[in-house]
Structures are given as structure tokens and as C-alpha cells.
């Protein structure tokens, strides 16, 4: 049985996140699978994602994990990560596309012709080092400063419809939800297998994560 299994539906670079988990934990035992059987075994589990979403949500319904995702999201410790955070909500204007419904919310692409406070226009997607703030406590941000810098790719982000499941927020030029939370599953815009220190702690959290938090919405 593996410690953990990162969900393989065909997109996205997995080998990244396999090395970052790897890195902060060597002996961990990982199975990148959609085998469902592999992923019920697994004590804990990685959504990850890149691409449009209609494209995968297509991928991960034909790759034979979507029930033993909805499973695990029932049952045991899950991050979710960038597209793997959109495709928990009820719905995305990209397509437009039905989600998980996970948690009660929508996916919202960025407005163009935005400028920020100096008057630069802002490209989509918002792409680069933006600093996060923890709008709740919650044992995934224990030991990262509050404004620590992640990295993100995208044009799309989540507008939960319980201000309550939000736990990370950023800005871009106005804030938007970044990282949200519910009993056992946590999930965020950004990448941390590509924000250094930063983004290896919150893995390492993970790692030691039980899946309880303590002020979750329910």
C-alpha cells in the first residue's frame, strides 16, 4: 500500500510534484496511478492538474479515477493543486464546464484589461510570484510566513460560495480566493512544488497532516 498516490488522468506535469514530495520526504512511498484500487489504498492523496478544464475533466472521468477521487475526498487527507483546486468546485465559466461539486462555488477567469496600481496593464494568466495571505489558521500553514511568496500559472480562480472555505487569498490586482479548505481536503491556485521553501513546507505539512481542521465550515 502506498503512502500516497498522486492522480495520473493525463495532465499536467506529475514528475514535479513526485520530486517535490520526494524531497521533503525521501523514504515516502508513491504511486502517480489512476488505478482506483491503488488509490482507495493510499493513505493520503495528490490531485494535481494543468490545462483547461473541460479538457480535464474529460480526462479524469475516462481515466477510471474520477469515483475513487470523490472517494478519497470522503475519506482521507487531499490536496488539491491549480486546476485540481477548480475542478472541486460545482462549475467553471471555461467551457462552460461542471465540476466535482466538492465544495458549493464557481470558477471565474480573470477579467482583461485590468491595470494595477501603476497603471501596467495585467496579462492572462497571471503568471509569477505573488505573495499569499492567510485569511485562517490551519495546519497546512504552519511555519510559513503570512505574505510568503508561491508561484502561480493561471486565468482562471475559485469563487467559493461559503466565504468560510477560503483560507489563502492574493491578489491580482484585486484579491481572489488562492487556497481553500474543508474537513479533510485542502487545495490551492498555486504550485508548490515549484515555490521553494515555501512550497516544501506546505507539502511537508501535508505529509503530517491527519486531516482534521479544526475550523472548517463543515
Known amino acids: 500500500m502506498a503512502d500516497l498516490?498522486?492522480?495520473?488522468?493525463?495532465m499536467g506535469n506529475l514528475r514535479s510534484v513526485q520530486n517535490a514530495l520526494k524531497a521533503v520526504a525521501p523514504a515516502l512511498e508513491i504511486a502517480t496511478t489512476c488505478d482506483p484500487a491503488v488509490i482507495a489504498a493510499a493513505k493520503r492523496v495528490v490531485f494535481p492538474g494543468q490545462g483547461a478544464m473541460p479538457d480535464c475533466m474529460r480526462e479524469l472521468s475516462a481515466s477510471g479515477a474520477r469515483e475513487a477521487l470523490l472517494e478519497a475526498a470522503r475519506s482521507k487527507p487531499l490536496l488539491g493543486i491549480c486546476i485540481g483546486l477548480q475542478m472541486l468546485f460545482e462549475h467553471s465559466e471555461e467551457g462552460p464546464t461542471s465540476g466535482l461539486g466538492l465544495l458549493p462555488g464557481r470558477v471565474c477567469r480573470f477579467a482583461s484589461g485590468r491595470t494595477d496600481p501603476h497603471g501596467e496593464l495585467l496579462k492572462v494568466p497571471h503568471m509569477g510570484w505573488n505573495e499569499v495571505w492567510q485569511t485562517r489558521s490551519h495546519p497546512l500553514w504552519e511555519g510559513i510566513p503570512d505574505g510568503a511568496r508561491f508561484y502561480f500559472v493561471h486565468s482562471y480562480f475559485a469563487e467559493p460560495a461559503d466565504p468560510a472555505l477560503t483560507v489563502g487569498s492574493s491578489r491580482y490586482p484585486r484579491p481572489f480566493t488562492c487556497a481553500v479548505a474543508r474537513a479533510n481536503i485542502f487545495a490551492v491556485q498555486f504550485h508548490p512544488e515549484k515555490s521553494q521553501h515555501a512550497g516544501l513546507r506546505l507539502l511537508a505539512n501535508f505529509l503530517a497532516w491527519n486531516g482534521v481542521d479544526a475550523?472548517?465550515?463543515?
Open 5 to 10: 498516490a498522486i492522480i495520473d488522468y493525463g
Open 215 to 218: 475550523a472548517s465550515p463543515g
